[in-house]
């Protein structure tokens, strides 16, 4: 049952004969315990469309409890090395710390983003290790639309791989030359690596439903076998408030596009300031997207959370996460466990003997979701593997992740290019990365030795998916024009009678339309002015 934030409750939470209560709630545990979740939810089902009927439920919030989708007995284990990957991504956060700044120690204020990619690594190795499928041996590779700030993180990423120069990486956001990275994904500048471009916000979440909707189409025109090939978009919550950046969604789902995930980078935070500093946008997000049709999977706790629920049988502090709104959520972010302690967990008695056991070193490690390997890739196989909608993944992350008291939640980390050298050092601390404090300060890259465990893994795994990501291929077959009289007779006759520019164009596509080759490729519109595709329903 939905969980309700705060300022309004919409229903009482006085129990006024709690016996009842307890012979619904054991009543429900039988039907589990007898005949598994799918009675249950059937039950759930009937009950919520009695009280629908019966007017009891006129605001029932089109959200779930504010916890992760995925339940811990249904996460499965984790199929690539934990270590290894995380190594990874401690050096690919490292490696897009530094491009940015120096990229502003060399030009000043030259621009860039330390804030996104930081928060948004997990999300992004996740994909890459274990989903983002490339192009060798003939598969046509998936399509990704990446967030556009966290592009140094692609960089850094493709450095290790050796597509691309500690030279380019030094000269990030200085292309004039020809030797320089583009601040944001942009085929038209670097037209062998980026698939699309995504800086102009908003523009990614609607290009990548109308990309999985066109796949569909060539597919049912028997143009293009889609050999399993998906759509993702990482995407950020704030993005998701540009009017493109939702205009597509009930399209998605309307045409049932299964071959297609959202994953929307929860930091809370915008340019300014919180997403919603007196709400929650992963529960809006939630209703938005499931009012729309979509499947959703949030992603909001760690592993670290999971002993914690199991405990919580009176869901004390499932209500106190569900009460917390964003602000609250990002000045507890911005704390040590110490502070979160005192301001969280001691304001509920019952909360507070959840963690009566835990010191405020053990309270600290406490992470979201979208920061934990396990989680994010339990979300990203369901998303893959259901059937029917598209599916979308709300994953709760920290914006300025790792940064510390420099930029971590904080208002601040967007606008956030340089940390001091104290910070730097605690960041390399922090992620355990194997360099000297002059290094450090000097902003070297980090590549470890080409035959170290973390270059083979990352070879390995890329090669399992069929090879590098982003690639762009702009080979495409030529087809051969059909002779003119074919198509444009008509305004060769020296008799032929005038017509409209309207008329003119429709009859060269009828001509076109009746070619075999280019016909099938020409695409038709219906009568309410959507593409039609033949042998789908619409």
Avoid at 91 to 110: E, H, K, T
Avoid at 202 to 211: D, R
Avoid at 337 to 353: I, L
Avoid at 519 to 537: Q, Y
Wanted: with cysteine; hydrophobic share 40%.
């Amino acid at each position: 049952m939905s969980i309700a934030p705060p300022p309004t409750e919409t229903a009482s939470s006085a129990d006024i004969d709690p016996a009842e209560t307890t012979e619904w709630l054991e009543a429900l545990n039988s039907a589990l315990a007898s005949s598994g979740a799918s009675r249950g939810l059937f039950l759930l089902d009937q009950l919520q469309q009695k009280a629908l009927e019966l007017g009891i439920v006129p605001t029932a919030q089109p959200f779930s409890a504010y916890r992760n989708t995925i339940a811990l007995d249904r996460q499965g284990a984790y199929p690539g090395n934990l270590a290894i990957e995380e190594r990874l991504t401690a050096i690919m956060r490292w490696n897009a710390l530094a491009m940015v700044m120096r990229a502003n120690q060399a030009y000043g204020d030259l621009g860039g983003h330390i804030a996104s990619y930081a928060s948004a690594a997990e999300i992004f190795e996740v994909g890459f290790n274990h989903f983002f499928r490339g192009s060798a041996d003939g598969q046509r590779s998936d399509l990704v639309y990446f967030q556009p700030h966290s592009a140094p993180g692609v960089y850094s990423r493709a450095y290790l791989e050796g597509r691309l120069s500690e030279a380019q990486l030094a000269h990030y956001r200085q292309e004039v030359g020809g030797q320089g990275l583009c601040s944001y994904p942009h085929p038209w500048l670097m037209p062998e690596f980026w698939q699309f471009p995504t800086g102009s916000m908003g523009l990614g979440p609607l290009n990548a439903v109308y990309q999985a909707r066109f796949m569909r189409y060539l597919q049912a025109r028997g143009l293009l076998d889609p050999q399993g090939r998906r759509v993702w978009g990482v995407f950020g919550d704030g993005e998701m408030d540009e009017p493109e950046s939702i205009a597509g969604l009930t399209l998605a789902a309307r045409e049932r596009l299964d071959n297609l995930t959202f994953i929307v980078n929860c930091n809370l935070q915008r340019l300014d300031g919180p997403v919603r500093g007196n709400g929650q946008i992963i529960q809006e997000l939630e209703s938005l997207f499931a009012g729309a049709g979509w499947n959703v999977i949030k992603v909001l706790w760690g592993s670290e959370w999971d002993a914690l629920f199991a405990r919580d049988m009176q869901h004390v502090l499932l209500r106190a996460l569900s009460r917390t709104v964003d602000g609250q959520y990002q000045t507890l972010g911005a704390n040590d466990g110490a502070y979160n302690v005192e301001h969280f967990f001691r304001q509920d008695p019952a909360v507070q003997r959840l963690v009566a056991h835990m010191s405020d070193a053990e309270i600290d490690p406490l992470k979201r979701g979208g920061h934990d390997l396990r989680k994010l890739h339990a979300a990203f196989a369901a998303a893959r593997d259901h059937a029917g909608r598209p599916t979308v993944i709300l994953a709760k992350t920290k914006k300025g992740y790792g940064m510390g008291g420099m930029g971590e939640s904080r208002m601040t980390s967007h606008q956030a290019k340089k940390l001091d050298e104290d910070a730097l050092k605690a960041f390399r601390d922090r992620f355990a990365l194997p360099m000297s404090d002059e290094s450090v300060t000097q902003l070297q890259f980090y590549k470890p030795a080409d035959d170290s465990p973390e270059m083979r893994y990352l070879r390995e795994r890329r090669a399992a998916l069929g090879g590098p990501l982003p690639l762009r291929n702009g080979a495409s077959p030529v087809l051969p024009v059909p002779p003119l009289a074919a198509w444009g007779g008509f305004a060769l006759q020296a008799d032929g009678k005038e017509m409209s520019t309207t008329m003119a164009a429709v009859r060269m596509m009828g001509s076109l339309l009746k070619d075999p080759t280019l016909g099938p490729r020409i695409g038709k519109r219906s009568a309410n002015d959507s593409l039609a595709w033949p042998n789908t329903v619409c």
